[in-house]
């Protein structure tokens, strides 16, 4: 097993819907090696990607049942069907880096809950880093400069950080199967129950940019996903203690024109009748509205954005 026991195994799951040219990519940054395990949930794809997959022993390929839908309902079949005693989640459209999973493997014979790694980030239009990297990056040097802990509640993705099943088990943490921001209060309910954690600047995943993506839908479906995770996150704060933690809903409200003023103020009122903060976390919600004058931007919130809410 080079080195690592059964118990030691690792699995990466990634959830896919018809982008099996990303996918490829993604797979081949994975080393076929035996303690590493790589689960494929596909969401129904109309383009077929068993082929893409033959080649590799390591890698299972699992259909999401029927009446399950979405990247989170993908996650959670995931972790329902897999056997790594250490996980790692990656979205279909990105990669791992060069020397990732030697990095990792640093980390497979500790007691840890929770590692994270510093992310990269790649435009697929220009080749040139991104700058969707920036939020989490940031979030790791202020940890580990002054040990800030706005790093365990405001990484609000599930990629770039190697995770215990031990802790996702004993604490019945899971997915939330929503059209939009299902993984937030994963990650949050994760970083709250882990009582061990490393910081870890390597960077051993890159995130990609691209112009299509579901952050800039507009539907009321979408939008309406988008404001209940950030008021299910904030709750979850308040009810253990962390209150001062909580995310200003100010963003999701003015994402909410979209679908009228009538739709604004009842989100508004709302929003004041479950004590959720107005006024926290102004930048973003400036930066969109600036990006909006400016004409750049036709939807709500660039996926950057949605990554490093407020």
């Not at 699992?62 to 250490?86: I, M, T, V, Y």
């Not at 882990?194 to 960077?203: F, I, L, Q, S």
């Amino acid at each position: 097993m080079n080195g690592h026991s059964a118990s030691q195994r690792l699995t990466v799951i990634v959830p896919h819907y018809n982008s099996p040219r990303t996918l490829e990519r993604l797979i081949a940054s994975i080393p076929c090696r035996d303690w590493i395990e790589i689960v494929v949930v596909d969401d129904n794809s109309s383009e077929p990607i068993g082929a893409l997959l033959d080649a590799r022993p390591n890698v299972r390929l699992l259909q999401l049942p029927e009446g399950r839908k979405g990247g989170g309902a993908a996650r959670n079949f995931g972790l329902e069907h897999s056997d790594g005693e250490w996980l790692l989640f990656a979205d279909a459209d990105d990669f791992f880096v060069d020397g990732a999973f030697d990095k990792v493997a640093e980390y497979l014979p500790s007691t840890l809950d929770i590692v994270y790694f510093s992310p990269t980030s790649l435009q697929e239009s220009t080749g040139k880093t991104g700058a969707r990297h920036r939020h989490y990056e940031s979030l790791l040097h202020a940890y580990a400069q002054r040990a800030d802990k706005s790093l365990l509640y405001r990484y609000f993705v599930p990629w770039s950080k190697l995770v215990s099943r031990r802790l996702i088990e004993e604490n019945s943490i899971s997915f939330d199967e929503v059209i939009a921001s299902n993984d937030m209060n994963f990650s949050l309910k994760v970083a709250f129950h882990g009582r061990t954690h490393a910081v870890d600047m390597r960077p051993i995943y890159c995130v990609t940019e691209s112009g299509a993506s579901l952050t800039k839908q507009v539907s009321a479906a979408v939008l309406e996903s988008r404001f209940h995770a950030v008021v299910r996150y904030n709750r979850f704060l308040r009810t253990h203690g962390q209150g001062r933690y909580q995310i200003g809903i100010n963003l999701q409200l003015y994402n909410m024109r979209h679908l009228g003023l009538r739709r604004v103020m009842k989100h508004l009122a709302y929003s004041i009748r479950n004590r959720m903060p107005l006024f926290r976390g102004l930048k973003p919600l400036a930066r969109q509205i600036l990006r909006d004058i400016r004409g750049r931007y036709a939807a709500p919130a660039t996926k950057e954005m949605q990554d490093a809410l407020p």
